[in-house]
């Protein structure tokens, strides 16, 4: 059995499927008992229910520090197909360590790209919040992150998420109401669209399946996404956090919890992480900084290399991509707080955005919206209708549940049914999560090719007399980006420029100035898409940028060690004999 063999025999389906918890997690300890050259796994935290959060980290001699790119998925409970698409990434990573180039074309990464892939490190986290996806693959009841809830509640009526009719699900509950705000489609039974004017009726009142909590006989409270699960992660994390009310979801404090907590103690000690994908569903398109200030107001130079990114994206993964702050605020300049990405692009200084997966906008025909956001809260009665229409003819019936009579404990006669949104709406069609896996892996296996390159070597080694020589090291950067990545990751006081140390055993240095010096900041040769280097009339190269070269004069006999790097691109060790 060959190594991809002996790989494909490993996958338990993910790209077909969307796995439990304990599938996820035999799934990442299989590669990494398989292959342990080149692949590890770890658990870096727990879930509130006990569950390990997994990170598995690809590239030979994995504690080896170089520059790394970083995949996550399933933050968003509901949002399934991230951990396939994180898997899948790692997955390819892996067919590229184990097996021969000629073995790779249906990859579709050229030699270079390939080459370049096999120098860095990947770290792929496919399932941030464990507990809310198993709630929602076993229970198909909607949590935003995990179905936790911590908060000290007044004594008014909520929503609890339950099984009512016993069917093992939690979707949606109707009931008649002469002033329900839906009425079923004439153009499809059993499909609830926004009542009109021109509507007869009988109207509904559409709730989450469910229970009231303090229900006093009479008071039906609004339906809330976190009335019975407290945070959302995505609004969990440090940079430019805010509590409630400012900001839904954030938590009770900047990494409240324990999965957040977990992910930012792992990559804080890492500032080799240059690359960050986050995956969320859906929407068919990659959301990139800024998150809270206009393109205006982005460094250029940032700027153009997400322009670079987001021709990645287009290209081979087949999204647009939009600003968090320009196409991507659900009310008008209002950002969102402590999001994952913010704090990716901030503070540890990565090319960080998000990939919502899935079109659903286009398989069901719908226009490009601008902004993008407006596909989300622009949803058409029609479009309903076509949503529906899909599902059964593309989507195996999947979404549109047929409506059961129960008599609900506390409001009476209801339906319990609906829209099961796990399968269709939230994630593609099974069918499809083969072909979003391949085209994401595309796009986003081209951006950690753009890691900066460190290379070193002798370029003299000359004797000045008798005994005395003169060594001179050339260190280049032959990545795309440059060794600090980000022009605005330039300030964080941990993106320290390369040093070169100097170690000499048997021989001496002649001056101890030579033993340790700073090398500085190498640039790149990428220079991401449309700065002022594209203007066609006036096309040229920056100077010396890319190199430094270092000298040191040796007397006597033995071995020179010159220690070349930084904690953002690793180091390079030479040993020279003198």
């Not at 464990?130 to 229970?139: H, T």
Request: charged share 25%; net charge negative; hydrophobic share 40%.
């Amino acid at each position: 059995m060959t190594p991809l063999e002996r790989l494909a025999s490993l996958s338990l389906g993910f790209r077909s499927r969307f796995l439990t918890y304990d599938e996820v997690t035999k799934q990442l300890h299989a590669w990494a008992d398989a292959f342990p050259d080149v692949a590890r796994v770890e658990s870096i935290g727990q879930s509130t229910e006990g569950r390990d959060l997994w990170v598995l980290t690809l590239g030979p001699e994995p504690s080896r520090l170089r520059p790394a790119a970083w995949v996550d998925g399933n933050m968003h409970a509901t949002e399934l197909c991230g951990s396939s698409v994180a898997l899948a990434i790692a997955e390819d990573v892996l067919a590229l360590h184990l097996a021969p180039d000629d073995a790779l074309t249906e990859l579709a990464l050229p030699a270079p790209v390939r080459a370049r892939l096999k120098e860095i490190l990947v770290y792929a986290m496919p399932r941030i919040s464990p507990d809310g996806a198993e709630a929602v693959l076993q229970k198909g009841r909607y949590v935003r992150s995990n179905p936790r809830d911590r908060r000290h509640h007044a004594l008014a009526p909520r929503w609890l998420c339950e099984d009512v009719d016993g069917d093992g699900l939690s979707l949606l509950m109707r009931k008649v109401d002469v002033t329900g705000e839906f009425v079923e489609s004439t153009a499809r039974k059993g499909l609830l669209v926004p009542r009109t004017l021109d509507d007869e009726g009988p109207f509904y009142k559409l709730y989450p399946e469910g229970v009231i909590a303090n229900y006093d006989g009479k008071t039906v409270p609004d339906p809330y996404f976190l009335s019975d699960n407290d945070t959302d992660l995505n609004r969990n994390f440090p940079w430019s956090w805010l509590p409630e009310p400012e900001q839904a979801g954030a938590g009770s404090y900047p990494l409240s919890e324990p999965e957040a907590q977990a992910l930012v103690a792992f990559v804080s000690a890492r500032p080799h992480i240059f690359s960050w994908l986050n995956l969320h569903t859906f929407g068919g398109v990659y959301i990139r900084p800024l998150g809270h200030k206009p393109d205006s107001k982005m460094e250029p130079s940032d700027l153009a290399v997400f322009r670079q990114v987001a021709d990645y994206g287009e290209r081979y993964g087949g999204y647009p991509t939009v600003s968090g702050f320009e196409e991507f605020t659900y009310e008008p300049d209002k950002p969102l707080h402590g999001d994952l990405t913010d704090f990716a692009y901030h503070q540890r200084g990565s090319i960080a955005y998000v990939c919502e997966l899935w079109d659903l906008f286009q398989a069901l025909g719908i226009p490009r919206k601008k902004p993008f956001v407006d596909h989300y809260t622009h949803f058409t009665r029609a479009n309903m209708e076509a949503l529906a229409a899909w599902d059964a003819t593309h989507n195996k019936g999947r979404i549109l549940r047929p409506w059961r009579a129960v008599n609900h404990p506390q409001l009476g006669a209801v339906e319990v049914g609906g829209l099961d949104p796990r399968i269709g709406m939230s994630n593609p069609p099974l069918e499809e999560v083969a072909g979003v896996c391949a085209r994401q892996s595309a796009a986003y296996l081209r951006v950690a090719a753009m890691a900066p390159a460190l290379r070193a070597e002798v370029t003299r080694n000359d004797p000045l007399d008798a005994n005395a020589r003169r060594i001179e090291v050339t260190i280049r950067n032959e990545g795309y980006l440059p060794t600090f990545v980000l022009a605005s990751a330039k300030k964080l006081p941990w993106n320290e420029p390369l040093y070169a140390e100097a170690r000499a055993t048997g021989c001496v240095l002649a001056s101890t100035a030579e033993s340790m010096q700073e090398i500085g900041h190498l640039e790149g040769w990428g220079r991401g898409l449309f700065d002022e280097s594209a203007s066609i009339f006036y096309q040229r190269s920056r100077g010396s940028r890319a190199t430094r070269t270092l000298g040191f004069t040796v007397t006597g006999r033995g071995v020179l060690t010159v220690k070349v790097g930084g904690h953002r691109v690793g180091h390079l060790e030479l040993r020279i004999e003198v």
